[in-house]
């Protein structure tokens, strides 16, 4: 690029690390359970804050990699030797750490990438759709598997590129080590590496580095069984277990089946759908008009195996979903070079067009509303995560809680052990909240709870709906999703009350 082209790139590079930090502060709660019981339940084991019965099933089978939860268990170590307890900021640090990373992959993937386009008009529109594209803070924010492999796999990428360029030897193998250790964080990123080897026997006619990218790939094998080892306490080998029980045993597929062609829309099922759209479609046209370039074959290897397995979910595209930014002017500008079969090319070209019309500056506009309320509000997919934090934050320890709507048991946001009862409709609870302190959760737009049936009065301490009068549309919303059998993930609210036994209790005449 020119001086100011760099210049340029630089900037948006650090804008967009603003936009990862700021986010990671806003993004406590969680986008998928795994991200926390797969992760830091883990490490709260380790912490002694979790005991092996809170624990998931598949910790019992031992099919989860612990690389990850080792890597967090040596940084918690070191934030509890400088007198930092708390497992919220814990968490924001882990959170910060792999930000960090896959900021500084994803910035060294868009500028590995560069050398594909000439022109210059299209070098700064990659530069602005690389550092822009709305859904990468949210994305990068994340203490996920999906996250932290995404991450490793665009270095690996990147080191193989720059190894090509400079044919030593040392290089490949390092590329190798990145890419194994992206397959050991998660296995299903197995399917990328897969992809580019192919892409290195049919396109690019490597031999020798192959092997030494071959070499470099066992060489985190060992790492990932150390690993495992030190968490299960015993010898077993994860990737075996983890195949067996999901594809052999069909676990998977016990979360839910769709078709083979669902990844079309799962991906955009979400409030960034307009960006997520732009960038999936431009990705499929620039596979069609580049056919030799090596993310092609990286990435259709994993989207085709992804979609071969009958279990699909959104978040298994994220750790790709740099690699998909960086395709994005590949496959719309006329001048980015590639084959150009006759549709591709006037798809393509009608979308470049129009890149600046109202209609793509409302897209824009969508998207970035959508970053600015994921930076700095945790919206409730599945998650109580801001019940956790009102409890932590308020020191009350070892409560009582009691649910009438779906509160997760994430011992590892316990200052002390809570004893969580959950209902399933009023009854009486006056004679378990004389003991502790005693607390009442419930879905805030549900019916109103009737406190005498409970034999308790209620005082209301906390709501996380970020606006009150937003909650009733959001969840008119979300029952429309459900009805229609939309992917969508659910909005759940909570409201925290403080309850004390009544003077009648239950049952008075």
Known sequence: MTAGGEALRQRLAYVQLGLVVLTTFGSY???????????????????????????TWEYGRAMRPWLQPAIYYGIARAIRAVGIWDTFWMAWVFRLATALLAW???????????????????????????????????????????????????LGYVALVRAMDARRARAFVVAGVLLGLACEVRYQSAFFVIGLGLWAIGVAR????????????????????????WGYGRWV????????????????????????VAYLWLPAANVLA?????????????????????????????VVAHSAVSHKEERFMFPVAAFAASMVVLGLSPSAGGATPALAARAGGWLWSRRASLLAKGAYLVGFAALALLAVYPLSWRSAMQVY????????????????????YLPFYMRERWDMVRLSREVCIADQVVDRPSYLV???????????????RGRHRFTDTPIA???????????????????????????IYEIARSGEGCGSP
């Open 237 to 260: 080998f994860a990737p075996w277990e983890y195949f067996r029980a999901n594809v052999v045993e069909g676990a998977a597929a016990g979360f839910g089946r769709e078709p083979f």
């Open 469 to 495: 009068a937003l909650g009733p549309t959001l969840a008119r919303v979300d029952a429309w999703a459900l009805r229609a059998g939309l992917p969508a993930p659910r909005v759940e609210w909570h409201a």
């Open 29 to 55: 709660g969680y986008f998928h359970p795994d991200e926390h019981f797969q992760i830091l339940e883990l490490v709260g084991l380790k912490l002694g804050l979790t005991g092996p019965t809170d624990l």
């Open 104 to 154: 500084r992959a994803a910035s060294e993937l868009a500028r590995a990438e560069l050398r594909h386009l000439t022109d210059l008009g299209d070098r700064r529109a990659h530069v602005l759709v690389t550092s822009l594209a709305p859904f990468l803070p949210y994305l990068f924010a994340r203490a996920s598997s999906e996250n932290l492999s995404g991450a490793l796999l665009a």
């Open 442 to 456: 419930v879905d805030p737009f549900g019916p109103p709870v009737d406190f005498a049936a409970l034999g308790v």
């Open 206 to 229: 490597l031999r020798r580095e192959l092997a030494l990218l071959a070499l470099g790939v066992a060489a985190t094998v060992p790492v990932g069984l150390l690993c495992d080892r």
């Open 274 to 302: 307009p960006a997520v759209v732009i960038v999936s479609v431009s990705c499929l046209l620039a596979w069609i008009r580049h056919r030799r370039h090596p993310l092609t074959w990286g990435l259709v290897a994993y």
């Open 389 to 408: 934090r009102w409890f932590y934050r308020n020191e009350v320890r070892a409560p009582r809680v009691f649910t009438l709507t779906p509160v997760e």
